[in-house]
């Protein structure tokens, strides 16, 4: 990593201001220097501890908490090591042995302190993303004040820290081994710090190196020194002073000072890109609210202003009930709020109220706006007011059902006067049957008779077309039949019509399905149509079912005459509508009808030898047919 001279002239002016100060002063008093020089550094460490501990929660780096918390206890026993140096007459009788010890313990206890921050930001890793909680900083406030307990105990209580400074002989050698220690902790603090640089801001790096390092100066300096009051002692205070300036520098000015300047960048960017989102949000032609994850407005844009009557100063900090309406139980509004917490967007239609108290109608989407670690933050609702698009629908249903109605009415009208005419017509029809018989001419019988099964056919369709009518004008509605017990009643009810036939019926007993109805009357419309369809012999029809994983398949197999080509066109939708009106396949077209509203599928086949094989294929269960339906689909938009 460079060092760049210019980005640090200001620091670099500071030191050496502050050292060349200091400097001057030992020269004519050297008590007064070492007391400057001492309180400089623990005025500083103060400072620190107490920006630090006030800004933990802005600060983005373990390592600078750790430090900072470890300093308050530095300058405290720096303050003790002051207080007992000599000549101060604080601890009179005790000589220069007390403050050197005194300072052996500040320095291991700052040693310690920078090589533990180290271990600390090793361990959170590059994404420094640990909380600093009121109990873990209990932890290390208690941690350090037993440490420093410890040992102030074993030099003022029980006597137990090694003697540090002989008067007459100077430094013991258990001072000069503890200051190597000492640089040994620096060091291999420099070296976890030189780890980590890629994840320090470079400044804060560089001075937090530059600080470790005069440290280092310092104990090699205080190593050699022989009279307290001697150069090489004075030498150790004046890179002690830099380096706690240095400290300062990389914790407050560069570690909370400058991220807060980034945060207001930030605050004004931020800002910019609000004003960016209320003006996209007025032009989106769409009423826009924003809530926080309790439910209170934070924002309203233009559009829902107009929209509700409430002004944004009137709705800010109320909740959305304002709106409600009471058109809409607590069930409801329970639904909506445990979509929305769980992470998933609502959409719906609600009934609100505006601030005059007319009610209107919405629809709402709710969407879940998520924070960086994945929790809810706040709540987006976009809200387009359908009032006139629901009128005009109820509109179009009442017109709808008057026109259902109507139509129901005519065709009853045309029903029962067609078959008025139809029955007189074949009235008189086989009356002239009859006296053809009594002049015995064949060609009037013959046309008798045809017009008399014309008759019959006409009228059977009029039925036809009731039954249509009636499927066409009923909501389709699911219910549980018992395929087995439902063909049997169908078979029995044919059989007593048509006792000429052979019917045959393989199908398992417990097959049921949920499906509509009117499939009974699909089915009975494919047996009877087999039946009446076989103009010579026994007609012989077999009915079998199969369930499927999803679907139950019904067949009904006959050996008549087959079904004409042009009516399984019309079904199949390869002829048009129009062509009904010239066949008979009035009563598949029905069928067909049907099996398609229940959600499935007709097929025909031509049988092995003779006939036709006419299957059903219906869905196991109505629900997965309303997804096929069309009707269903159109009626749920």
């Known amino acids: 990593m460079v060092f760049r001279w210019r980005t640090h002239v200001g620091a670099l002016v500071g030191v050496a201001g502050g050292v060349s100060a200091l400097y001057l002063v030992q020269l004519r008093n050297y008590l007064l220097f070492h007391s400057l020089a001492e309180l400089g550094s623990i005025l500083i460490a103060a400072v620190v501890f107490l920006i630090t501990w006030n800004a933990r929660e802005e600060l983005d780096r373990s390592f600078l908490v750790v430090l900072g918390v470890s300093y308050l206890f530095v300058a405290g026993v720096d303050l003790l090591h002051v207080l007992a140096y000599k000549g101060m007459g604080v601890f009179p009788d005790t000589g220069p042995n007390l403050p ?156 909370i000072k400058e991220p807060q300047k980034t945060l207001y960048r930030t605050l004004a960017q931020r800002e910019a890109e609000a004003r960016k989102f209320k003006k996209a949000a007025d032009y989106s032609g769409h009423a826009v609210l924003i809530t926080d994850r309790e439910g209170t407005i934070q924002y309203v844009n233009d559009a829902w202003e107009a929209m509700t009557g409430y002004s944004a100063v009137d709705a800010r900090g109320r909740n959305p009930k304002l709106l409600k309406s009471g058109e809409h139980d607590e069930p409801f509004y329970d639904e909506l709020w445990s979509t929305i917490l769980a992470g998933d967007v609502w959409e719906g239609e609600i009934v609100n109220e505006r601030r005059d108290g007319d009610r209107y109608v919405i629809h709402q989407t709710i969407a879940p706006i998520f924070a960086e ?156 149509n087999a039946i009446v369809h076989t103009r010579e012999g026994t007609p012989a029809v077999a009915i079998s079912a199969r369930s499927r994983e999803q679907t139950v398949e019904i067949r009904v197999e006959d050996d008549g005459p087959g079904i004409p080509v042009a009516e399984r066109q019309i079904i199949a939708g390869d002829a048009e509508i129009d062509a009904l009106l010239h066949s008979n396949g009035l009563g598949l077209w029905l069928v067909d009808h049907i099996v398609t509203k229940a959600g499935g599928t007709i097929r025909f086949e031509d049988a092995d030898s003779r006939g036709s094989v006419v299957t059903l294929v219906v869905p196991r269960n109505r629900t997965m047919a309303d997804r096929h339906d069309p009707s269903q689909v159109t009626a749920s938009r």
Do not use: C
């Open 100 to 255: 050197t010890q005194l300072w052996v313990l500040g320095r291991y206890l700052e040693a310690g302190s920078l090589l533990a921050a180290g271990i600390v930001g090793l361990v959170v890793g590059e994404r420094d993303d640990l909380e600093w909680t009121g109990e873990r900083l209990f932890v290390l406030v208690t941690g350090y004040a037993a440490v420093v307990g410890f040992g102030l105990g074993s030099i003022f209580v029980v006597d137990w820290f090694p003697q540090m400074y002989v008067e007459g002989s100077g430094l013991t050698r258990a001072k000069i081994g503890s200051e190597y220690v000492v640089i040994a902790l620096f060091a291999a603090s420099l070296g976890l710090l030189y780890s980590q640089r890629e994840t320090f801001n470079r400044r804060i790096f560089q001075f937090l190196a530059g600080s470790i390092l005069l440290t280092m100066g310092a104990e090699v300096a205080f190593t050699v020194y022989i009279d307290v009051y001697g150069l090489s002692n004075a030498i150790g205070h004046l890179l002690k002073f830099a380096s706690f300036y240095l400290i300062y520098l990389s914790v407050v000015k560069v570690g």
């Open 373 to 528: 670690d994945g929790a809810i933050q706040n709540f987006v609702a976009i809200h387009d007011d359908i009032t006139d698009q629901k009128a005009y629908q109820r509109q179009l249903e009442t017109d709808l059902h008057q026109s259902v109605t109507q139509l129901q009415v005519l065709a009853r009208v045309l029903r029962h006067n067609i078959r008025n005419e139809m029955n007189v017509i074949a009235g008189n029809a086989e009356m002239i049957h009859e006296r053809s018989d009594d002049t015995n001419n064949d060609d009037i019988a013959s046309m008798a008779a045809r017009i008399v099964d014309a008759s019959d056919q006409l009228l059977a369709q009029t039925d036809k077309q009731r039954e249509i009518v009636q499927l066409l004008s009923t909501p389709p509605t699911a219910t549980t039949l018992e395929l087995p017990a439902v063909v049997d009643e169908i078979v029995s009810q044919l059989e007593q019509q048509y006792p000429q036939a052979d019917v045959t019926v393989d199908i398992p007993a417990d097959l049921e399905l949920r499906t509509l109805p009117e499939l009974e009357q699909a089915i009975t419309e494919v047996v009877e």
